[in-house]
């Protein structure tokens, strides 16, 4: 049997076009809890995302609109999730769970005349240059934009918490909101943006699905989706490049197990299907097993609610 | 350049609490002033008015002349009054360096060439890289001063600066300190120790109960004098009778090993001590060198070999803390709140959780609330809990209240053996004079304390036998009368 090295070159392609949603919304969510926050609503923001994406771009027939439309749509819906956690100090694991059930819930409402709808084709770069290369071609070429961005977002994002001021204001925050009240640093603040910015990376992610992985409307298509994103980050041990790794594993057993069924391995579907979602972990765990390192990346006040009191 | 603070007729009152009643105090730099005052005085308060932290009711704040609007830490900051907080306000994941370049305007390395000039002037040496949870609480401190200094202070506002400290530290402590009011600094420096007052300060203000109750010179004053101020009242002190020289041996550590997976925790290496039977055996040390994993070695949190800890003619290495306790073993782990307590539990389930056999808390795996009720109120009342509410969430009980709950809790079974770590951190000179007279009184009926503590005094105070723990060995154990806190010191610097 001959193996063509370019179909090589797709394959890895499909993979990372299916890691692209996962490592959005990840590394929004990874600047969320690096500030203290734990937002369970990530699901719930990507399916808002995803249909106010296709929305507007059936209504407006804009790409740009639909696709920024969409990020505002995510900035809203966890705005709310700012005020209730932030403003009224609800607990965060309930507002997040609800954040979910509701984005789920409503874009299935607004989604009721959309079903079935054609998407639109979404530009994508370097298209000619494609064939030039063999196997990295495929790889490299023919996205469109926001799957460059996705990864080039893992090492932004680790740039920014590394080596920028702001950055460092989120780890401290994240790491003792009371020190930081104390020092004269705007926590509630801080952590707004950290969950408005966590949103809007959970709506690009939701706009990515529908509009260029499966161009279209489809009731829950996020499918579980947002609460991978929110595993990969605690399994990632809050680093950005692992992140990266996990979503690339992630998406290439479920590409792999696909066609594995396709050609009828004589293994149970069941076992595949739960296949990507173990070894995802086992890897991540593995390659984060350095205690130090968890203690200095974890915030250590992820999901406890701060109050200032005078 | 003089600097003048004057606070005038500062009043915050908090529901059920007058945490400062009309304060009028006043500062001049050159001298460093004592804010003196037992826990719940109000001395933090005030401080905290005076860095921004909490906004006062009423009153105002002049700094040479002019009136400060003190909304905000950041407003404390850009009137240059720097404050080092008890409980330190530092970012313990992140380095050195980030936790001084997060509230700096400084590019990285203008701010660095500030931090190296300032560690040299002052003989502080911290890696600048290395991430805080790394550091002791001393160089903790440092590093809170310093982040102070890069902002060229007025004034400089200490809250209880050596309650973490050793002997060494502290004493290095008042030689920076002094250094500083040359300079010109304004220090208040905010205590309930009277030695330290005594050593460093030359103007001193007590309070009590969110009341100014003095301003007096210190050459006008002496520890009696100054101790009546803040109490209210006159203080007995106590002393202990030398024990009963016994050598029925009821503790033997042999050969005690401890390494450690955590690279954060103090390997222990080969300990080797036997307690006997009336005694108390200290252990000093500088924090951080091994002592609290000896307390969970002791305690049954971490396992050891079964032979290498012989309690009552039993090898009991393996046991779990439960199953110490059975053979008559009691402790008081060094956190209140986080190990010994649980704070959300109310006062009675708190003291369920210390469930040895004979108790009877539990029928049948259901919870006998009576029993544990009756038992409850029985410590309460024996050890002078300052509080008729069992029903009472354990976090509200102050420093003092629940350390006589625990050590009550962890006596009523009349143990053999009690092992404490730090048992008076932190607490007013009430509570500590109170353990204190509990521990005496528990070597009086010929039983027996292991006593780990970072406080020297209290070590020479109490213990029959001091040995010193540093780097995760212990030093040849010595009997308390030859020891002198100097001696100690130098044991607990490493050096022979």
């Given at each position: 049997m001959i ?10 392609a ?37 249909i ?52 789920i ?31 990295l ?24 918490l ?36 966590g ?22 298509m ?33 590409i ?13 579907v ?12 086992i890897?991540?765990?593995?390659i ?23 | ?5 004057k ?10 609490c ?59 900051k ?71 200094l ?13 309650s ?20 010109g ?31 007096s ?7 009696e ?5 803040m109490?209210?009242?006159?203080l007995?002190?106590?002393?202990k ?5 016994s ?9 005690l090993?401890?390494?450690?997976e ?28 091994g002592?609290?994993?000896?307390f969970?070695?002791?305690s049954?949190?971490i ?10 003619d ?9 199953e ?16 010994a307590?649980?704070p ?24 006998n ?14 050890f ?53 007279e ?5 070597n ?17 105070k ?19 009368e ?15």
């Amino acid at each position: 049997m001959i193996i063509d090295i370019n179909f090589i070159g797709l394959i890895i392609a499909s993979i990372m076009a299916s890691a692209v949603p996962l490592i959005l919304a990840s590394c929004g969510e990874l600047i969320t809890e690096r500030s203290g926050v734990l937002n369970l609503g990530v699901e719930g923001m990507m399916i808002i995302g995803a249909i106010s994406g296709f929305a507007l771009m059936t209504v407006t027939g804009s790409l740009i609109i639909a696709i920024f439309g969409a990020m505002l749509a995510g900035v809203l819906i966890s705005t709310i999730f700012a005020f209730l956690t932030q403003t009224l100090i609800t607990n965060h694991v309930a507002t997040g769970l609800a954040l979910t059930i509701f984005g789920i819930g409503i874009s299935a409402m607004i989604g009721k005349n959309f079903v079935g709808i054609p998407g639109k084709e979404f530009p994508v770069f370097f298209e000619g240059l494609k064939d030039t290369i063999p196997l990295l071609g495929p790889i490299l070429f023919g996205h469109s934009i926001v799957f460059y961005f996705a990864f080039a977002l893992p090492f932004i994002t680790s740039y920014f918490l590394k080596k920028t001021k702001i950055g460092l204001i989120v780890r401290a925050v994240g790491d003792s909101p009371e020190s930081a009240s104390n020092q004269g640093i705007n926590v509630r603040l801080v952590r707004y943006a950290c969950i408005l910015y966590g949103g809007a990376m959970s709506g690009l992610a939701g706009a990515y699905l529908s509009m260029i992985y499966t161009p279209q409307w489809i009731e829950n298509m996020t499918g579980g989706r947002g609460w991978i994103a929110l595993a990969l980050v605690v399994f990632s041990t809050w680093n950005p490049i692992k992140i990266l790794i996990g979503a690339m594993i992630f998406g290439g057993l479920t590409i792999i197990q696909f066609h594995m069924q396709a050609i009828g391995v004589r293994i149970p579907v069941q076992f595949l299907t739960a296949l990507p979602y173990i070894v995802t972990i086992i890897v991540l765990v593995v390659i984060s097993r350095d205690s130090r390192k968890i203690r200095l990346s974890t915030p250590s006040s992820l999901g406890k609610s701060f109050h200032k009191d005078n | 350049m003089n600097t003048n603070l004057k606070i005038s007729n500062v009043t915050k009152i908090y529901p059920g609490c007058v945490a400062n009643d009309n304060v009028s105090l006043e500062f001049n730099s050159g001298k460093i002033y004592a804010l003196l005052g037992e826990n719940g005085a109000g001395k933090s308060t005030l401080v905290k008015i005076l860095s921004g932290v909490i906004i006062p009711d009423e009153g105002k704040i002049y700094l040479n002349e002019n009136k400060l609007e003190l909304n905000s830490p950041l407003d404390a900051k850009k009137n240059d009054i720097g404050m080092v907080f008890q409980h330190f306000n530092l970012f313990e994941t992140l380095s050195v360096f980030e936790n001084l370049i997060i509230d700096s305007d400084e590019q990285r390395e203008g701010l660095r060439e500030k931090i190296d000039t300032i560690m040299k002037k002052y003989n502080f040496s911290i890696d600048l890289d290395i991430p805080i949870l790394n550091l002791s609480a001393g160089q903790k401190q440092k590093v809170e001063i310093i982040r102070c200094l890069i902002r060229n202070p007025k004034v400089l506002i200490m809250d209880e600066p050596t309650s973490v400290l050793t002997e060494q530290e502290t004493s290095e402590l008042f030689l920076s300190l002094k250094k500083f009011s040359e300079e010109g600094i304004l220090i208040i420096y905010i205590t309930h120790k009277l030695k330290e007052v005594m050593q460093l300060c030359d103007e001193v203000a007590v309070m009590r109960r969110g009341k100014l109750v003095s301003v007096s010179e210190i050459k006008n004053e002496n520890i009696e004098s100054l101790a009546k101020k803040m109490v209210g009242q006159n203080l007995k002190t106590i002393k202990k009778k030398k024990a009963k020289t016994s050598s029925d041996q009821l503790i033997k550590i042999k050969n005690l090993n401890f390494t450690s997976e955590d690279p954060f925790e103090t390997n222990l290496m080969d300990i080797n001590f036997s307690v006997n039977r009336g005694e108390c055996l200290g252990i000093a040390g500088i924090s951080g060198n091994g002592q609290s994993e000896l307390f969970q070695v002791l305690s049954g949190e971490i396992i050891s070999e079964k032979n290498s800890i012989e309690f009552n003619d039993n090898y009991i290495g393996d046991l779990s803390p439960q199953e110490r306790r059975e053979y008559l073993m009691a402790f008081s782990p060094e956190d209140r709140l986080e190990q010994a307590a649980i704070p959300q539990m109310k006062i009675f389930e708190n003291v369920a959780l210390n469930n040895f056999k004979s108790s009877n808390f539990f029928n049948n795996g259901l919870i006998n609330e009576n029993k544990i009720k009756e038992h409850s109120k029985k410590i309460i009342s024996d050890f002078n809990v300052n509080t008729d509410n069992i029903e009472l969430k354990s976090q509200f009980l102050s420093g003092g209240n629940l350390q006589k709950l625990i050590i009550g809790r962890e006596l009523i079974t009349s143990p053999d053996l009690l092992i404490c770590f730090n048992p008076t951190w932190g607490l007013d000179v009430g509570a500590i004079n109170y353990i204190h007279e509990t521990l005496i009184k528990i070597n009086e009926q010929n039983k027996s304390i292991i006593l780990i503590s970072t406080d020297t005094d209290e070590l020479l105070k109490l213990s029959d036998k001091i040995s010193v723990i540093h780097k995760g060995k212990l030093s040849k154990i010595m009997n308390a009368e030859e020891v002198t806190s100097e001696k100690l010191g130098i044991l607990m610097g490493g050096a022979n």
